[in-house]
């Protein structure tokens, strides 16, 4: 790497060849700018590029090459560790490249590097089609591909990376390629679950299926049937159709409508339901859980972007998030057991813990197929401690590290790494397990100098 150049000559260097805003410390717009999603992170980038196309991409990996300083990929800015943006380096920043395009012939949309998940359920909801994003809707499509992406279709569609068929990306040199099953089929291979390691995706094609309407909508039960509730899940979901999803969370009941005053700020056990196959049969599918008579059922008809914006107006950006995940394969009675105690505690009322599936369609992709390697029908537990003040961040902090604690001894091991924090380099190996190697040798091949560090860091070969 060349030496350090000044600020001013970075913002020549990058002004020359760049469209979008170059937004220094000095700049008004900078605070906001910097903000991410968590705010218990706070960092000061040196230069934030707001890329408006593939060429500002290309000028600002130059720029900050022959600058010689750290560069950050933002997206969404939903990472919980705050990898979207770094200390004294240059962000590039997509958040203003963003677009969605529809081809529905082909049933495949095609996704600018900074768009949100909400803007892709807007487009395609209209051609009655869908693919697997999150659950909520502000979050970044760039980061949650890149890392995997789970939420309300995933047994039925699978990850988010299941369905991600082509990638255009911007490498470490500079150079653009394209990575599909034909062209840079390794690539692709290690963007489906490696996250930003690899280079700056400018464009995602998704595979889109058809699910005009899903039957969708949380059952609660009331935390004294916690244990019972989770005990019959944990058998229930592994062997139901693929068509319904379903994930499980411990939580407090928000304390405003649609919910019942007498629920508001009771902690409860839910499961949030997606039925994606015919409505005409979701009736007969649901019926083991009406069965269980829950205290609130709210299973209706709605298009899947409703479900995936449902809970925007609970977790604004803003909060302080920290969370922990694992794998989970078993659910022994020991585990619901410590399950309970720690839902019990819920420190404040939007601390959570959630089980999202990954069986089904999920389960049926070879754990080699793409570098997510826990294909064993499982789930991906995550503890979330947040809450808007400050002054609550060691609460909900502790209460999520004890909980993890207590539960990691039922762990299968790996996890997700869109759900940790910055937990060292072995706790990444760990994840990527068997395909570390193969990924670490594609890193070695895209990207050798190790440009693209600030993320869950994959060392090259
Ligand atoms: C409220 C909330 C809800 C969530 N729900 C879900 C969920 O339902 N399912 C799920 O799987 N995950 C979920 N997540 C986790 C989410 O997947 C991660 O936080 C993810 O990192 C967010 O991506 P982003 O683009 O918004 O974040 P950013 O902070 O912008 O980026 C995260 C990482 O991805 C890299 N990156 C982003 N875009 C690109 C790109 N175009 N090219 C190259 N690298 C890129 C960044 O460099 C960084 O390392 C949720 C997170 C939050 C805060």
């Known amino acids: 790497m060349t030496e350090v150049l000044s600020d001013t000559t970075l913002i020549e260097t990058l002004g020359a060849g760049h469209r979008g805003r170059l937004i220094g410390a000095d700049h008004a717009d900078y605070d906001s700018a910097r903000q991410l999603f968590n705010a218990m992170i706070d960092k ?46 240059l962000v590039i920043d997509l958040t203003e490249f963003r677009g969605v395009i529809v081809d529905p012939e082909q049933r495949v949309a095609h996704v600018l590097g900074g768009t949100l998940l909400g803007e892709v359920d807007h487009a395609i909801q209209p051609f009655g089609l869908a693919a697997p994003f999150g659950i909520i809707s502000t979050t970044g499509v760039g980061g949650l591909t890149l890392g995997g992406g789970v939420g309300n ?17 911007v490498l ?35 595979r889109l299926s058809p699910i005009p309407t899903v039957v969708a ?45 007498h629920l508001q700020l009771q902690k ?22 009406r069965a269980l008579e829950p205290e609130l059922d709210g299973i209706q008809p709605m ?20 969370w922990r995940s694992d794998l989970v394969t078993e659910i022994p009675d020991e585990a619901v057991a410590a399950n309970l105690e720690f839902a019990q505690a819920l420190p404040t009322w939007k601390c959570t813990s959630h089980l999202y599936p990954i069986s089904g369609a999920a389960a049926r992709v070879g754990s080699a197929d793409t570098a997510w390697p826990a294909r064993d029908g499982g789930w991906v537990q995550v503890i979330v401690g947040v809450d808007p003040d400050p002054a609550n961040r060691e609460l909900v902090t502790d209460w999520a590290v004890s909980f993890w604690e207590a539960l990691h001894p039922y762990a299968a091991g790996g996890g997700y790494v869109n759900m940790i924090m910055e937990e060292g380099g072995d706790r990444v190996r760990t994840i990527y397990g068997p395909n570390y190697d193969r990924l670490a040798e594609i890193k070695g091949k895209y990207d050798p100098d190790n440009v693209f560090h600030v993320n869950q860091n994959i060392k090259p070969a």
């Open 153 to 169: 279709l995933t047994r039925t569609l699978g990850l988010t990376i299941d369905n991600l068929v082509e990638a255009d990306v």
């Open 172 to 206: 470490a040199d500079g150079s653009f390629v394209t990575a599909n099953e034909t062209k840079n089929d390794d690539l692709l291979w290690a963007l489906r679950g490696g996250g930003g390691n690899f280079g700056v995706v400018t464009r995602f094609a998704f």
């Open 217 to 261: 909508g949380p059952t609660l039960w009331s935390l004294d049937r916690g244990a019972e509730i989770l005990s019959w899940y944990r058998d229930f979901i592994r062997d139901a159709p693929d068509e319904l999803n379903g994930w499980l969370g411990f939580l407090t009941v928000p304390p405003a409508p649609p919910f019942p005053e």
């Open 268 to 289: 409860v056990a839910g499961v949030l339901w997606c039925w994606a196959g015919d409505p005409a049969d979701a009736d007969e599918a649901l019926a083991p859980v």
């Open 44 to 89: 000061r980038p040196r230069l934030i590029a707001r890329c408006h196309d593939v060429a500002d991409v290309i000028a600002a990996v130059k720029a900050g090459r022959e600058a010689g300083i750290d560069l950050a990929v933002r997206g969404g800015g939903h990472n919980g560790p705050g990898l979207g943006s770094l200390d004294d380096g």
């Open 303 to 322: 298009p899947v972007g409703a479900l995936n914006a449902a809970f925007d107006p609970i977790y604004p950006a803003g909060d302080q998030w920290y």
